[in-house]
């Protein structure tokens, strides 16, 4: 399986920011995942990212809030955008490998918005 | 629509003792994937093991063991001689098959079941 870099691994926001997560996968991939996990939570599922075209967001999930890019097949991006204390979770990137029909995830970036 | 519960919020065992994490799963597909996570203190998720939907056989790997049963849509989860460091959050997941019916392989968690063992 692919290699998946997360970063960054947590930050500390103030209210009202944006931040940017990056995921790196070291092999092209077709499929990719941005999950939430609130503290306490299971994963829930932002959106999947597929190369060359737009996200797609699951309910109560919506482009303004998580923008998502995916440039390449090796990489791509969440944003949380006009944070708020409720923003605070874990956020993991996640590929999908067609051969081994197994999903990879990254080490996910801890965020806690003050 | 897909779902998966897993209706143990939390178990508490002994160290030694066996224990098993249940999990019922919903689905139309009738190709689809059962997959088990644990997420230990650290935060990392650590693969266990992946099921798909026409191998019903149960599987050992060491201490851990696997009961796959279509016939109650369940794919529970046996840890024996539990040890502290098996003290983690686990994940029953489920992915219906990539490309039928538009599906795009996402992976559909539980709620979790935080096992704790105690020494």
């Known amino acids: 399986s692919a290699v998946i870099s997360q970063k960054p691994s947590r930050d500390i926001c103030q209210r009202g920011t944006s931040l940017t997560i990056q995921c790196q996968v070291d092999?092209?991939?077709?499929?990719m995942f941005w999950y939430r996990q609130q503290p306490g939570q299971s994963l829930t599922l932002i959106a999947t990212?597929?190369?060359?075209?737009?996200?797609?967001?699951e309910s109560g999930f919506v482009i303004d809030k998580f923008p998502i890019s995916r440039p390449n097949l090796t990489f791509s991006t969440l944003t949380v955008s006009n944070m708020s204390p409720e923003d605070s979770s874990i956020y993991l990137c996640?590929?999908?490998?067609?051969?081994?029909?197994?999903?990879?995830f990254g080490s996910g970036t801890r965020l806690t918005v003050v | 629509a897909q779902k998966v519960t897993q209706a143990q919020t939390e178990i508490s065992v002994v160290e030694k003792e066996d224990v098993t994490l249940d999990c019922v799963y919903e689905?139309?597909?009738?190709?689809?994937?059962l997959f088990w996570y644990k997420q230990p203190p650290s935060g990392e998720l650590v693969f266990l093991i992946r099921?798909?939907?026409?191998?019903?056989q149960n599987e050992i790997s060491g201490r851990y063991s696997w009961n796959f049963q279509k016939s109650t849509s369940s794919f529970n989860f046996t840890i024996t001689a539990s040890q502290v460091v098996d003290s983690a959050v686990y994940f029953c997941?489920?992915?219906?098959?990539?490309?039928?019916?538009?599906?795009?392989?996402?992976?559909?968690f539980g709620q979790g079941t935080t096992l704790q063992v105690k020494p």
């Open positions: 092999s092209q991939v077709t499929m």
């Open positions: 099921r798909n939907s026409f191998d019903e």
């Open positions: 996640s590929y999908f490998d067609r051969l081994n029909y197994g999903y990879t």
């Open positions: 689905t139309r597909d009738t190709t689809y994937y």
């Open positions: 997941a489920l992915s219906e098959a990539v490309g039928g019916s538009g599906n795009t392989g996402k992976l559909i």
């Open positions: 990212a597929n190369q060359g075209s737009e996200a797609t967001y």
